[in-house]
Each structure stands twice: as C-alpha cells, then as structure tokens.
C-alpha cells in the first residue's frame, strides 16, 4: 500500500509520485511528437513557388492579348527563322508569361487589345513555380517600342527579341489532341506563388475572388509520379472563361477537351458546360 501524499506548497513531492509524474510527462512529450510526425507525412507536399515582392524589374518582348493577356519573352541565346505568314520556324524562340496586375486583377483587357501583337516593355514582378512564370505588371509600365528589332535588352540577358509574330500567328502552337484530364481548378497567381495555397477547399474564397477579377484560370492535374501538370483553361473558341467556371473552382473536375502547347504553356480548350465534377 502506498501511503505517500503531497501538498501542494511543498517544495518536492515525495519520490515515488515524482517519478511517475515524470514518467507521464515523457509518454505525453512522445505522444505529441509521433502525432505531428503522422500529420506532416499526411500533409501533401505544397511544392516550391516564388514571389519576388518588393523586386520591379523590366522586361520586353510580345504583348499577346488572347485568350489572356501574356508576354512572349526571347529565350536568351535562341534566335528563330522568321518566315510569313507561317510565323516561325526552327526550336520555339518565346517563353510565355501571364501577365496580370496587382492584387486580384487580371491585366486590363482594354489595355492588353492596344498593344497586342506589338513589342513591348514593361515594369513588373516575378512570379514562378516549376516552368510556369507570371508578371504582376506595375501600372501605367507598358510602352510600345517603336524598333522591336532592337529593343532594350530582355530580362537583363542582353539579348533582342526576335520580330514580332505576324498578325494571327500561331507562335508554334503544337495540337497535342484530344484529352480526358482530371484535376483541380485554381486561380494561376496564387497557385504560382503569391499565397503558395494547399488543395481544394482552404483556397476557394480567395481563388474565386482572383479568377472573378480576371487571373487566368488554370487546371491543375497532381501526377501520381511526376511534376504537376497545369492546362490553361479557354474555351473551345480559344476565349477566356472566368465567369463560367466560378462554380467549379478549388473542386476536383473532369475535362475533356483540345490541348494544345504554346511554349511552356499547355492549354485546354472546352466548352465550361461539360465539366464534370468528380469526388475527390
């Protein structure tokens, strides 16, 4: 029988109560660790994004105002044969940014039709993840260049873009077919990394107040093996769909549709009306 008792203002407990105080506290200590250690492993990998806040730079390429607004930016060290009317020949000449404003708002349609086609500089901030690449253009930076042979250097690189594609060119869009895809729809400014979100449902409110805002619309398919995968969304006659998809977004949807590649962008052409959502 243990007969052993503590008051509360005294300096020690007894020794053995003290020992088994101890000896609970420690169980409790590694309860609590293997239960994080269980929740980080659970957790989905958020993946490495950037935001260059506070860092303006300039840039100069090709302003494209369709189906969003996006600069075709020279690759360094890469210069394409221009032929007409086909555009382009040879490797692709053009990395594509999105291009968009600060906050939530996509660039000014308005804006962007003024300067489609033509060579351009402007001010902004980086946004990137994996081969995907965004400018939060800085108001009122835009100008046309009057020589687009011979612009300001691109990117710091020191190298001139090439001519700018002809009027409807299609800058070495490659059909890549028809295709079934499953994934999750997501605003490409936060997802990029401006918020750096999770999956699904933590990110709804913010991403439908982007995409409502003009924020290129993009599915993302999580790859089982392999890097994630993102499809601009348009649809089938190539225009944007932001207010058509605002039901559907941060929810795991089927698409079927056109993808085609432009640079480092893939894009899904689909009538909105048939996604389909799916349970996750």
Known sequence: MNDEFYIGWEDKAPAGIGKRARGAVVVLLALVLALGVSLAVAQRTIGVSVFEWGKVKEFTGVLKSQPY????????????????????????????????????????????????????????????RGNQTMIEVADHSIRALEDPLNPAPSLGKGEPPSPAP???????????GRQTLVGEIVDSKCYLGVMNPGALTPHRACAIRCISGGIPPVLLVRQTNGAALYFLLVSSEG???????????????????EVERQGELLILRADPSTYRRVKG
């Open 166 to 176: 002809e009027k409807g060119s299609s800058t070495n869009k490659i059909s890549l």
């Open 69 to 128: 607004p996006h600069l075709l930016v020279t690759r360094p060290g890469i210069r394409g044969v221009h032929t007409a009317p086909g555009g382009f020949s040879g490797p692709e000449v053009f990395s594509s940014y999105y291009l968009v404003r600060p906050f939530k708002f996509g660039l000014d349609a308005d804006a962007a039709a003024r300067f489609d086609g033509k060579a351009v500089s402007l001010k902004g901030t980086l946004i990137y």
């Open 239 to 257: 225009k944007s769909v932001n207010k058509q998809v605002l039901n559907l977004v941060a929810e795991p949807v089927e698409i079927t549709g």
